[in-house]
């Protein structure tokens, strides 16, 4: 299975790599102070095509361990439940196995997040000057959450909001994929044996189901997106140590209550919504290629496995 999972990760970081332009416009439009600061200037706009892939550099880092953690967490608690719960939906199954997953690849994946969208946020005037300064702007954005005590604190801002986000996500993505791809397979024709016949076909059905899965579920689950997204970028605003030192960061650490009254000030319902067509075009597309290369590349090692294995019984 490790060959599986390796692959997964594979997957996930050329999809991370395909859609983060789109995840960083996302960014852009959930932040308001990037719409408030600066807005006239060109490269302040959210659809400015410069500094699109800021950040890469913590989504390359994280993408493999998390995706390895994803996946080896969900197959082995899907099979998990599957035993111990029997009788039980498998739609629950799916659910509760997803949402266990998703919480262990959320301790990779928040610190991450956390580097990734203050660098996304980073322009000419806050960038530093300093030719000695790194040009990597998940560095710089690491280095303005701060080194000093509590710096570690802040790397987790807003986890409980990512997994607020991921797991309803999830829970509503793996279900409803599960079932997509189930539902077409039989519209195919086809059983269980005869669904490994086509790397391509596998691969399309998988594919389409995730994608639509996704798209639904990402649009769904956006209010809680903007939530998460306005607290890890209040991070890089706390600079200093916390603690003795506090009253000196910039700004106070916000809740995800506080982040959410603050949404509804400015914006109404609407404002938990914004970017949501964005999210749901880069998870479709993303989770589309995402699962569907999963799905080939399983498929694929599980026959070259299975073929060593004839090979060495002759």
Excluded at 225 to 233: A, F, S
Aim: aromatic content about 8%; proline content about 4%; glycine content about 10%.
């Amino acid at each position: 299975m490790t060959d599986i999972y390796a692959a997964g990760a594979v997957a996930a970081f050329t999809i991370d790599v395909l859609v983060y332009p789109l995840d960083t416009i996302k960014t852009r439009y959930q932040s308001q102070d990037y719409i408030k600061h600066d807005a006239t200037h060109p490269l302040r706009k959210p659809l400015a095509l410069r500094g699109l892939y800021q950040g890469i550099g913590s989504v390359v880092l994280a993408t493999v361990p998390a995706a390895g953690l994803f996946f080896s967490t969900y197959e082995n608690t899907k099979t998990l439940f599957s035993q111990a719960m029997p009788s039980a939906p498998t739609p629950l199954i799916h659910a509760a196995a997803s949402a266990t997953a998703e919480m262990a690849a959320c301790l990779v994946i928040a610190p991450a997040e956390v580097i990734k969208q203050n660098a996304q946020m980073l322009n000419a005037s806050n960038k530093p000057s300093s030719s000695s300064s790194p040009s990597s702007t998940s560095i710089q954005a690491f280095r303005m959450l701060g080194t000093g005590r509590g710096s570690a604190t802040r790397l987790f801002t807003g986890y409980t909001a990512l997994v607020a986000r991921n797991l309803p996500f999830t829970a509503l993505q793996f279900p409803m994929f599960e079932h997509l791809r189930a539902r077409l397979w039989e519209s195919r024709g086809g059983d269980e044996p005869s669904r490994e016949q086509q790397l391509l076909e596998t691969g399309v059905i998988s594919g389409a189901s995730a994608g639509s899965a996704g798209a639904l579920a990402a649009y769904i689950t956006t209010p809680s997106d903007v939530v998460k997204t306005r607290m890890m970028l209040s991070a890089g605003e706390r600079r200093g140590d916390d603690g003795a030192h506090g009253s000196q960061g910039k700004k106070a650490k916000l809740s995800a209550w506080t982040v959410t009254q603050l949404v509804y000030r400015e914006r109404g319902i609407r404002g938990f919504f914004r970017g949501g067509l964005f999210r749901a075009g880069w998870t479709a597309l993303g989770s589309g290629l995402y699962l569907g290369t999963y799905d080939v590349a399983k498929l694929w090692l599980n026959r070259r496995r299975a073929n060593k294995s004839d090979s060495a019984g002759l």
